[in-house]
């Protein structure tokens, strides 16, 4: 086995609230659970055990300058030109989470139930791949060649940069509001000096450039990114419902319906993702957002990834990664449905299947065994679904096989699932988070210790201001990063 070491880059010092909040807003349920699950957020890493043989500069043909999207703008900085990258320049109450009965759930979850089936009866029908719940479920594919303008619209003098949301390996994400129309979003700050020192120059590249591209009601909206001398920035929309890691904390653990609702969801992202040739690579509830209405919102493009044939990165979540990225076999989309069916088993017991007293080692350990004990809550269904996701045989892991993701979707578990419905938010979540829609109520994010140093203050960084970036250039100032992110 590879050492494994460099993929604990960083420790997020966070820590969930208590596991037996008795306002838990889904039912709160003892989970009798022979494994304590961690409370602490958990980190995911990169480390380069080989050069991939994905074809990198095949993906710039990608980024097009060309959008027929009109975002709603944070700022009116349309008037900018491509070269305005230039640097011109709280706390909320926390509120008690509402008070959600398990009957208060029914009635929405219920909707996610197709009219014609109300059975939790495993489905014959769909396990046979034929037209049950879910079955026959075809989503057109929309071509990627539409990305938004997302280069040189905005400046730190356009946002009021206000708390911080959440940390993260290389900086943070703060809650902040236009100065121009008032709204509020969310902005990734960078610093340019750690992506280098990690050697996330790639991904943080990769990054930028998949959230330009993808569009899907499960997927954050990136709507424009800049950078200063020290820093890199990318202002998303602020998805206000929290972490979906935090509800389950608070939750200890899901009951099958709200697992099932959470997972629909993802599988739609996937299927969407995949379907563009696009790996996440770093599926957990700490990426996972809920916006105001309760639905699923993908953060955390960091991992991801346009791969049409294979790729070799150690990169992910130790509890979350496939054995064959452990393993540093070449991998594709396979290691995203073994991270749904992590995803899965932790929703529905409140730890991963592989965790294993915090010890990166003995998880990977464990992931190479593969021996995967289920409780006996878990739903007849679930325990198929997961067996089938979870195994380390990728010409059996649903999802791998011919079918794609609509084999995921065809599961019985999913049976009850009306897709096309949910795709369309059509479909009420099982929780609504209690915030105040649009005022940038932060309550349902942790807090963390503010950012001491100012962002924009330093010297322009010659780089960001001269394109094209000649060698000489480059070696004339050899502190500057900005030649290194061009997109931004
Ligand atoms: N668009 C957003 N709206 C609200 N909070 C966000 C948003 N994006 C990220 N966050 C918060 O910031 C945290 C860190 O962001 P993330 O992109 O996951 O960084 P990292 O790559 O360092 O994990 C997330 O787990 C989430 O709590
Ligand atoms: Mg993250």
């Keep these: ?41 958990r980190t995911s890493g990169s480390f380069h055990l080989h050069t991939t043989k994905t074809n990198e500069s095949a993906k710039s043909a990608h980024t097009s300058n060309n959008s027929n999207n009109t975002p709603p703008a944070p700022s009116p900085a349309q008037h900018k030109a491509n070269d ?13 989470p509402q008070q959600q009965t398990p009957s208060h759930n029914a009635p929405s979850i219920q909707n996610l139930i197709h009219p014609t089936n109300t059975s939790n009866a495993p489905s014959a029908a769909s396990r046979n791949g034929g037209g049950g719940g879910g079955g ?24 009021q940069i206000q708390r911080t949301l959440g940390t993260g390996s290389f900086g943070r994400v ?49 709507w424009g990114t800049f950078q200063d001398s020290k820093n890199l ?24 319906p709200v697992a099932k609702f959470y997972a629909a969801e ?18 957990k509830p700490e990426n996972l957002l809920l916006d105001r209405h309760g639905h699923l919102k993908i953060t955390d493009f960091g991992f991801a990834k346009e791969v049409p044939d294979i790729t070799w990165t150690l990169c992910g979540t130790p509890d979350y990664l496939a054995p064959e990225v452990v393993a540093s076999k070449g991998y594709n989309k396979s290691v995203d449905w073994w991270s749904l069916g992590i995803l899965i088993f932790e929703m529905l017991c409140g730890f991963t299947p592989f965790w294993d007293g915090g010890s990166p080692m003995k998880i ?56 096309d419905r949910l795709q369309k938010k059509d479909i009420d979540a099982p929780y609504v988070p209690p915030v105040r829609a649009g005022v940038g109520d932060a309550s349902q994010f942790d807090k963390y210790p503010e950012e001491t140093e100012a962002y924009g203050q ?31």
């Excluded at 004990?373 to 195994?391: F, G």
């Excluded at 322009?460 to 030649?483: F, M, Q, R, W």
């Design 84 to 96: 305005s990258m230039n640097p011109a320049a709280y706390a909320q109450q926390q509120h008690p």
């Design 458 to 488: 330093a010297g322009d960084d010659p780089c960001v201001k001269s394109p094209p970036y000649t060698v000489e250039h480059i070696l004339t100032c050899p502190n500057s990063h900005g030649h290194l992110f061009p997109d931004f």
């Design 174 to 222: 703060h809650l902040v509001q236009s100065k121009h129309n008032q709204r509020f979003y969310a902005v990734k700050v960078l610093k340019k000096a750690q992506v280098v020192k990690m050697k996330q120059v790639e991904h943080t590249n990769d990054e930028r450039r998949m959230l330009q591209q993808v569009k899907h009601p499960f997927l954050i909206t990136l």
């Design 136 to 159: 026959g479920v075809q989503f057109q594919t929309q071509p990627l060649n539409q990305a938004r303008v997302t280069k040189g619209k905005y400046s730190l003098t356009d946002f």
């Design 364 to 419: 990977y350990e464990n992931i190479l065994k593969s021996r995967v004990k289920y409780p006996p809550y878990i739903h007849p269904d679930a325990h198929d679904l997961l067996q089938k996701l979870i195994t380390p045989d990728l010409t059996k892991r649903l999802g791998n096989l011919h079918g794609g993701s609509k084999d995921v979707m065809n599961h019985p578990w999913f049976a009850e699932v009306t897709w």
């Design 233 to 256: 920035y990318m202002v998303m929309d602020f998805v206000e419902g929290g972490e979906l890691f935090s509800l389950l904390r608070k939750s200890q653990r899901f009951p099958n």
């Design 266 to 283: 993802v599988t739609l992202a996937l299927d969407y993702l995949h379907s563009h040739n696009i790996i996440y690579r770093d599926l």
């Design 1 to 41: 086995m590879p050492s494994l070491g460099g993929l604990l880059r960083k420790k997020r010092t966070k820590d969930s609230q208590g596991t037996n909040d008795p306002t838990s807003p889904t039912s709160p349920v003892d989970a009798s659970s022979p494994l304590t699950p961690t409370t602490s957020k």
